[in-house]
């Protein structure tokens, strides 16, 4: 690796959305009042539209203006209709690039939910177990197709109730997302589904072996030795468990991560190359171009329009 000149990072981190910023003034309802399930309905320019996380789901749907759309390293457009799902934690921000004079009174009908409620709730009641998947894959953002006008009249209806019924409604809505098969995933490669526990915990082995050391070299013939198997039956074993080949796996995790330190740092282009494991930049932004759409430069500078509509 050859010498490479950077500059300290500049932290361009997204903000902590928590409990004391959520205003009645602009828009949110208080959880002592309606409990865990949380409607909000805002518009734009708003100092709610920001580079920003929270530790709840946040269903969101787009009724007006077309955009940029960023979701932890996914950017991309939107238009009205646009219904996505991001996960706890992963930071998200709408920017509308075609504001009228003056701006709209409504962009987003927004349901916010909190993860420990449902899961603990699914242990005694096997009816919520349908959604399990559905959250699992909401760590990455999903994007939804097809469901804009039942989404709308969903959002209207929990938005109108209360109580067990607020509930109830809730429930319905999840119900239809979690059988909706129209989707994409935004936001870095996942793990799916595997068939027993002893798999799944050698499937983790392997990709925490990769996402810790994305420097080092990575083969699917080392590790179908350390796991004791044969080559092939490797290839077949991992790519069932997460949808990609080893190579394209591996080549995923890298520019998952390059696209994190693209948009929350300054170093240089070149030198996030060969941190994350690339043997030369032609290689790199071939790569990156095939699975982002774009070069790595690109990718930089429109990561920082992630920024606007920020108060």
């Known amino acids: 690796m050859p010498a490479v000149r950077h500059s300290a990072p500049r932290l361009l981190k997204p903000e902590l959305e928590n409990e004391l910023v959520r205003s009645r003034n602009l828009g949110y309802e208080s959880s002592t009042d309606v409990g865990f399930v949380r409607c909000l309905a805002h518009g734009f320019p708003t100092p709610l539209a920001r580079w920003h996380y929270h530790d ?22 939107f238009q009205p209709g646009q219904l996505v799902l991001t996960g706890p934690r992963l930071p998200h921000n709408w920017v509308t690039m075609d504001m009228p004079e003056g701006g709209v009174a409504e962009r987003d009908l927004v349901i916010q939910f909190s993860h420990e409620p449902l899961v603990r709730a699914s242990d005694t009641i096997p009816e919520l177990t349908e959604v399990l998947p559905l959250l699992e894959r909401a760590k990455h953002g999903i994007e939804f197709f097809g469901l804009s006008e039942s989404a709308e009249l ?3 209806k929990v938005k109108n109730l209360r109580g067990l019924k ?15 098969t129209d989707y994409r995933l935004l936001s870095a490669a996942q793990l799916q589904s595997t068939d027993d526990d002893a798999s799944l915990d050698q499937i983790h082995a392997v990709v925490s072996r990769i996402t810790d050391h994305l420097a080092d070299e990575h083969s699917a013939a080392k590790h179908a030795a350390e796991l004791g198997m044969s080559e092939s039956k490797f290839s077949r074993f991992f790519r069932k468990a997460t949808g990609n080949t080893f190579t394209d796996f591996v080549n995923r995790v890298r520019i998952s991560r390059a696209c994190q330190l693209l948009m929350d740092t300054d170093q240089q282009i070149t030198y996030i190359c060969y941190e994350i494991g690339f043997n030369n930049v032609a290689n790199f932004n071939r790569r990156f171009l095939e699975i982002k759409g774009m070069k790595p430069s690109e990718f930089r500078k429109q990561s920082l329009t992630r920024f606007r509509g920020a108060a």
């Open 166 to 180: 607020r509930f109830t409604a809730f429930c319905d809505f999840l119900s239809d997302l979690a059988a909706c």
């Open 154 to 156: 969903h959002w209207h």
């Open 56 to 77: 709840e789901y946040e269903l969101h749907l787009i009724t007006a203006t077309s955009g940029k759309v960023f979701v932890g390293d996914w950017i991309g457009p």
